[in-house]
């Protein structure tokens, strides 16, 4: 059975969480800005990758604000990006961890570099999947996304989001099961509507983690398919060649 959902309070608001397996070590699972950490349970490929996790730690899973259970945010004002890391703080105090491993992927792992970098004594290791220390193109960062890529998926996300079409886009390897598409699809529409997945989409464009790279002090892995297409490999590298001592793990495939 899946562990129960609480809530942690952060202000006036409510973040979902939940808590498996015992440490030490305490390791949160902080996958992307939009999630539902109920519905994930419900594929066995992730239950028995969670368990896993939790057979060897204290696993601590939360969905953000404005997604999941969690409490919803004003379309029209998101808050900075910054402040995600607060929520991770407040997830952490809630279930008195003064000190966990942070596995972050996507736009998540930003909210984890700022954390580990203005409070290292409570992150012991860092491990980075399908991330990035800036989203958007510019000058001085070429390999970012251009404004034209990204209305691109803006665009595919406007009309695909919470379809198993976009199951398929996102999942190639699992494109052809039924199954695992319908779940999915479900996934996607419990944890964020069209509108809110684009609205965090643009947001990403905003983000630049750079000038906390040369704080990080805790160990670093950074993991990252080579043919993944919304985070290309280059940033995995960049962050591997900025974060002193962190190691990149290259791997095969396109799934996000």
Same mark, same amino acid.
Do not use: N
């Given at each position: 059975?899946?562990?129960?959902?609480?809530?942690?309070?952060?202000?006036?608001?409510? &973040?979902?969480?939940?808590?498996? !397996?015992? #440490?030490?070590?305490?390791?949160?699972?902080?996958?992307? *800005?939009?999630?539902?950490?109920? &519905?994930?349970?419900?594929?066995? !490929? &992730?239950?028995?990758?969670? @368990?896993?996790?939790?057979?060897?730690?204290?696993?601590?899973?939360?969905?953000?604000?404005?997604?999941?259970?969690?409490?919803?945010?004003?379309?029209?004002?998101?808050?900075?990006?910054?402040?995600?890391?607060?929520?991770?703080?407040?997830?952490?105090?809630?279930?008195?961890?003064?000190?966990?491993?942070?596995?972050?992927?996507?736009?998540?792992?930003?909210?984890?570099?700022?954390?580990?970098?203005?409070?290292?004594? @409570?992150?012991?290791?860092?491990?980075?999947?399908?991330?990035?220390?800036?989203?958007?193109?510019?000058?001085?960062?070429?390999? #970012?996304?251009?404004?034209?890529?990204?209305?691109?998926?803006?665009?595919?996300?406007?009309?695909?989001?919470?379809?198993?079409?976009?199951?398929?886009?996102?999942?190639?390897?699992?494109?052809?099961?039924?199954?695992?598409?319908?779940?999915?699809?479900?996934?996607?529409?419990?944890?964020?509507?069209?509108?809110?997945?684009?609205?965090?989409? @643009?947001?990403?464009?905003?983000?630049?983690?750079?000038?906390?790279?040369?704080?990080?002090?805790?160990?670093?892995?950074?993991?990252?398919?080579?043919?993944? *297409?919304?985070?290309?490999?280059?940033? #995995?590298?960049?962050?591997?060649?900025? &974060?002193?001592?962190?190691?990149?793990?290259?791997?095969? #495939?396109?799934?996000?």
């Amino acid at each position: 059975m899946q562990p129960e959902t609480k809530y942690a309070r952060l202000g006036g608001d409510r &973040i979902a969480y939940q808590v498996l !397996g015992e #440490g030490p070590p305490d390791l949160v699972l902080a996958r992307r *800005s939009y999630g539902h950490i109920d &519905i994930a349970w419900e594929d066995p !490929g &992730i239950a028995l990758f969670l @368990r896993t996790l939790a057979s060897f730690c204290r696993l601590i899973l939360f969905d953000r604000r404005g997604t999941g259970p969690s409490d919803p945010l004003p379309l029209d004002s998101l808050p900075p990006w910054e402040s995600y890391a607060e929520e991770l703080a407040a997830v952490l105090d809630e279930v008195g961890s003064e000190r966990a491993a942070i596995m972050a992927e996507l736009d998540a792992g930003p909210t984890a570099l700022l954390f580990a970098g203005t409070r290292p004594e @409570r992150t012991s290791a860092l491990v980075l999947v399908h991330t990035f220390a800036k989203f958007a193109a510019g000058r001085d960062y070429p390999i #970012g996304v251009t404004a034209e890529a990204l209305e691109t998926v803006v665009t595919q996300f406007d009309q695909l989001w919470g379809s198993e079409a976009m199951a398929a886009v996102l999942v190639p390897s699992r494109a052809g099961d039924a199954r695992f598409l319908r779940w999915f699809a479900k996934w996607q529409r419990a944890s964020a509507s069209p509108k809110v997945a684009q609205m965090f989409l @643009r947001a990403m464009a905003e983000i630049d983690v750079r000038p906390v790279l040369p704080l990080l002090q805790a160990p670093t892995l950074i993991l990252h398919r080579r043919r993944f *297409s919304l985070v290309p490999i280059s940033h #995995g590298r960049y962050l591997a060649e900025h &974060i002193a001592g962190a190691k990149l793990v290259e791997l095969p #495939g396109s799934d996000v």
